[in-house]
């Protein structure tokens, strides 16, 4: 028997871990295209009402954010808070378009272990690219509303609801 062949894993582990790395690098691929596009549309898109207002609320600290989300915006103060905190980075319309960037990326992420753990039998970048390639995720990640944080938190509560 040569040496390469008795080295050789008998149960096709070499395989697996070929093929997983193969997913693992499509999955990275798929995500990057995402947040690629999600960056272009989020920096050639014009704002509209509703970013104007989030602008607003979050551009006097995040006390102001969270007072303003509760009298103004009518909506838990958590996304106007934590968007305050972040656009300490910069003002612009396109770092805060880049939180909700952030959001379905870590969304998408979360929905591709959720998958490989749920669906063993099916391959994770087929949900991954439903994901991503859905247009309301799309728009979720271009724009600055609490959309994007939403679905983030919610794949995670689908994800922790199912552990155990």
């Known amino acids: 028997m040569s040496e390469s062949t008795s080295l050789r894993p008998k149960d096709g582990s070499a395989r697996a871990s070929s093929s997983e790395t193969r997913t693992r690098r499509a999955a990275a691929i798929i995500v990057l295209l995402h947040v690629m596009l999600a960056l272009f549309l989020g920096a050639t898109l014009?704002?509209?009402?509703?970013?104007?207002?989030?602008?607003?609320?979050?551009?006097h600290g995040p006390s102001y954010a969270f007072r303003r989300a509760l009298s103004f915006e009518l909506q838990p103060p958590l996304y106007f808070t934590t968007l305050s905190v972040w656009r300490e980075l910069s003002d612009s319309l396109l770092?805060?378009?880049?939180?909700?960037?952030?959001?379905?990326?870590g969304a998408l992420v979360v929905l591709w272990m959720a998958s490989r753990r749920y669906l063993p039998s099916m391959n994770p970048c087929v949900t991954l690219s439903v994901a991503a390639w859905n247009p309301f995720v799309i728009y979720a990640a271009t724009e600055?509303?609490?959309?994007?944080?939403v679905l983030l938190i919610s794949c995670g509560l689908l994800v922790l609801s199912h552990a155990g």
Do not use: G, K, M, Q
Not at 95 to 105: D, G, I, Y
Not at 144 to 149: P, T
């Open 95 to 105: 770092v805060a378009r880049l939180f909700s960037t952030l959001c379905t990326t």
């Open 46 to 59: 014009s704002i509209d009402v509703d970013e104007a207002c989030t602008l607003v609320t979050t551009s």
């Open 144 to 149: 600055a509303r609490c959309y994007a944080l």
